[in-house]
């Protein structure tokens, strides 16, 4: 008869080292061992955008100025130019930022006028709000590396740089043949 260990090498040996990789739809991979890098295939995030609803202007604007509201820049729209001082334009969360030495404020950090064309920041603006391009990863940085068992955070991950049929490894398949002879 065989001991514990002896049955653990003897099983050992007839396993491979690893089991051989196929690409399944992300929506199956979930549990499954990854067995390539994912890449960032661009800057994440792409270009500077608002952590924030609020409004950018020009950074050297002191708190209690009055701002002219002269532009929104909705989500998904490429940055205009930078505004020029006494301006302020209105961004919402995931807006592109213009270039340019810029800040933003708060929403609630403001005091609109009646007609919402002119504002007053309560604070001066900040470059606190922004998340700048690349700040969490840069094109070609590994995002996932290989050996990694996918749950959810992973799957999201691929999903957000558009991997869809991810490489990894196939599901073991198991039987037990009965012989009467099975430990007990």
């Known amino acids: 008869m065989l001991s514990v260990a002896e049955t653990w090498s003897v099983l050992d040996s007839l396993v491979p080292e690893a089991l051989p990789a196929e690409r399944v739809p992300i929506d199956v991979a ?6 390539e ?3 960032a295939p661009e ?5 500077d955008r608002a952590a924030i609803d609020g409004y950018v202007a020009d950074l050297a604007t002191p708190a209690g100025a009055t701002l002219r509201v002269s532009l929104t820049i909705p989500v998904g729209q490429p940055a205009p130019v930078a505004p020029a001082p006494g301006q302020a334009f209105k961004l919402f969360t995931g807006s592109a930022v213009p270039a340019g030495s810029v800040g933003l404020v708060m929403h609630e950090d403001t005091t609109p006028s009646a007609d919402r064309s002119t504002l ?7 470059a606190d709000f922004i998340r700048r391009r690349g700040s969490q990863a840069r094109t070609g940085d590994t995002l996932l590396a ?5 749950g959810p955070g ?3 991950l691929l999903a957000s740089v558009g991997a869809t049929r991810p490489l990894v490894a196939r599901r073991p398949r198991v039987a ?3 012989t009467g002879g099975e430990i007990i």
Request: no cysteine; glycine share 10%; aromatic share 4%.
């Open 154 to 156: 992973g799957l999201a």
């Open 37 to 39: 890098a994912i890449l």
């Open 120 to 126: 007053v920041v309560n604070r001066a603006p900040s």
């Open 146 to 150: 290989p050996g990694l068992a996918l």
């Open 30 to 35: 979930v549990g499954r061992v990854l067995r």
């Open 176 to 178: 037990h043949l009965i």
């Open 43 to 47: 800057d994440q995030p792409a270009f």
